[in-house]
């Protein structure tokens, strides 16, 4: 019977119970359980176990797996076992119940450090996305037009710090913001800016982004940004398209030169 090695000077203490399994298991023609060399850590060696799908040996007897020493080897009670079993409990080996425990409590390996970059360039994309959203309202403030609405900023965190996200996929923005802002309308040519359009919105709004699989939290908010804000109010149909979809091209735009110096520029 063989067992399965993790440091090769932690062997000696199981020895005995390794060559008593072997000399059992040639007796009675018993296949192996595993032949594996020297493993870094118990996690490794559990791991190849699993994926090699070893045959469970045939044995009237029940089996338990033990860990001796750091060695993990495969006890088999029973009478004819007797001298295997005594010289595993020798060693110490806990039972296989344990190995979970012991496996969870093995230092984590050291996991690679995240690049500062990787921090630096999400915050450009938000400094630069409200940079062009603040040059855009200086040159529509003759119009009493602004195109920085305080949803974007939520946007601006999903684009560029959770960019694999369901919620930040293009797609999903371009169809939550069409929606909810033709909601927003709707219900201010209907009700007016009072609390029942408010509240409605916000249920109708999500409602709309779930029926339709484009949940998008920020997008939530763009109806009740008409409804409170009267510059607002005298675009009526044409503000889905502006400052609403207008806005999410930009950031779109930015979070594609972001994304690009975010995989090439690393520091």
Request: proline share 7%.
């Amino acid at each position: 019977m063989a067992c399965l090695h993790f440091q090769p000077s932690l062997l000696a203490p199981a020895a005995a119970a390794v060559a008593a399994l072997q000399s059992h298991s040639r007796q009675n023609s018993l296949p192996l359980v595993a032949r594996l060399g020297c493993r870094s850590s118990i996690r490794e060696g559990l791991a190849e176990v699993s994926a090699a799908k070893l045959p469970r040996p045939k044995l009237s007897s029940r089996r338990q797996f033990r860990v001796a020493s750091g060695a993990v080897c495969v006890r088999a009670q029973g009478p004819t076992t007797a001298a295997a079993a005594a010289a595993a409990d020798a060693a110490g080996a806990p039972e296989f119940s344990e190995l979970a425990s012991i496996a969870q409590s093995a230092p984590p390996e050291a996991e690679k450090k995240q690049p500062i970059s990787d921090l630096v360039w999400p915050a450009v994309g938000a400094f630069v996305s409200f940079a062009g959203f603040a040059l855009a309202d200086h040159l529509l403030q003759s119009h009493g037009l602004t195109v920085s609405l305080g949803s974007f900023g939520a946007v601006c965190c999903l684009l560029f710090a959770l960019p694999q996200a369901p919620v930040s996929q293009r797609k999903t923005i371009l169809i939550a913001h069409a929606g909810t802002a033709l909601i927003g309308v709707a219900l201010f040519c209907l009700l007016g800016p009072s609390w029942l359009a408010k509240a409605t919105a916000v249920a109708a709004s999500i409602a709309f982004m779930q029926f339709t699989n484009s949940v998008h939290p920020p997008a939530a908010g763009l109806p009740l940004i008409f409804l409170d804000a009267p510059k607002f109010h005298r675009l009526k149909w044409w503000y889905p398209l502006f400052p609403g979809l207008v806005g999410c091209l930009w950031l779109f735009l930015v979070q594609e030169v972001i994304l690009l110096l975010k995989d090439n520029v690393k520091f």
